[in-house]
């Protein structure tokens, strides 16, 4: 799968030969002032390689961003681009539509639970996540429960940058802005330092969810619209749901009208083992939000799943005339929407959810053979995604793992970091001797980074 490409081919000397003027872009997520005195650049792409512009190979264990997990350049995705943009390059889909946005929908809601199948398409997770709660909102409204405004997320939370994703989100750093959404409130974080080294999900801590009741006794159900999670919270850090806690989240949020959201902007696509973590997990929510792997991270793109239940509602309920004031004027844009048919063939064609599935028990043992290390202070796991946490540097949250990001990127592997935590997510082509070669470079860089 990766041609021309051998693994281990790194260490040459950095010798750019590409030097942009790099002041105009105000660069997101990123110490703008180090990145731009210590910048680190990559050129192109194929299979489970990056090139530096000096040549050299980086191999990715991220999937760029969570997004390519059929693995770089797949020559079906980028002939597919090229050929809409030929034939359509832009269309409207107010009042007007195309059929790429038509059949990429209906493909997509084949993949997803039953149930599930009427799509909104966005440009991104972050779009995805505001859209799903407006929806929400509106389900609310139509079935006469106007009253319920409230959004329920969860500490450490991530939804993107928007103010619905960010208000929602529990990370404070993302929603230190004067102005948030208002009526949000937090469950707990699933994180349980007692169940440090679980391999995939902690038996303990269904409980967890039954903190919802203590929320509605607060606010009462009646004010209470929605809760939005991430299955498994990535970026904060990997946290597998414990067993139990999603059916027991299922149960309260039907119990009490409460529409129920799965983030699945990083776990939809394959990279737990299925097409949804909703599917692995055995637990239908009413909303799925995903972007990311919808493209393979080929063109910007996000969708939203959307319980026909729901969707009914909100149509039948409406005055004749528009019914969800909301849309993108890139929403199901044709460019994306052919990457994403392509894309999803690809999947298929090449069975990556159910090789994702196959390949994760090796995936387990590889990343708890860090467990011994000094410094590691916990290894979690689940589908094709590992965090790994570092005891922080004291007075230094966060310094160890941006140092170990660094040595790693400068020795041809690429991570990624959040606070203390390393989090992998490679591209689901990976081989078996890229997985030993990813956890034992890692395994170096941790004992060489004091
Ligand atoms: C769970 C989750 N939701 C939403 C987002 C935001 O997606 P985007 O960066 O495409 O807006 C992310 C991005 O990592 C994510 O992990």
Known sequence: MNSEFQPGETGAQELPNWTPDMS??????TNNRFFKANPRLLASAEGMYYRTPAGRLVLDAVAGLWCVNAGHGRRE???????????????PTFQLGHPKAFELSTRLAQIMPEGMDRIFLTNS????ADTALKIALAYQRARGQGGRFRLIGRARGYHGVNFGGVSVGGIGGNRGYQAQVWGVDHLSATYDPKAAFTR?????????????ERLIA????????????????????????????LQRLRELTAKYGIVLIFDEVITAFGRVGAATAAEVFGVTPDIITMAKGLTNGAAPMGAVAVSRTLHDQVIDAAAPGIELFHGYTYSGHPLCAAAGLATLELYARDQLFERAAELSSYWEDAAHSLRDRTRVKDVRNFGLVAGIELEPR????????MEIFHRCFDEGLLI??????????????IEKAQIDEIFGRLAKAIDETL
Not at 77 to 90: C, G, K, S
Not at 125 to 128: C, I, L, R, T, W
Not at 416 to 429: F, G, H, K, N, Q
Request: aromatic share 6%; glycine share 10%; net charge negative.
């Open 24 to 29: 105009a872009f105000w660069m997101p997520f």
């Open 77 to 91: 995705i980028v002939e597919a681009i090229q050929e809409q943009a030929a034939i359509l390059d832009f269309a």
């Open 125 to 128: 997770g972050s779009e995805s």
């Open 200 to 212: 995939g999900q902690p038996e303990q801590g269904a409980d967890m969810a039954d903190e919802l």
């Open 218 to 245: 607060v606010h009462g159900a009646e004010s209470i619209a929605a809760v939005m999670i991430e299955p498994v919270a990535g970026s904060t850090g990997v946290l597998v749901p414990p067993k139990g806690y």
């Open 394 to 401: 004291p007075g230094a949250p966060g310094a160890r793992a």
């Open 416 to 429: 990624r970091v959040t606070a203390d935590t390393i989090a992998l997510s490679p591209p689901l082509i």
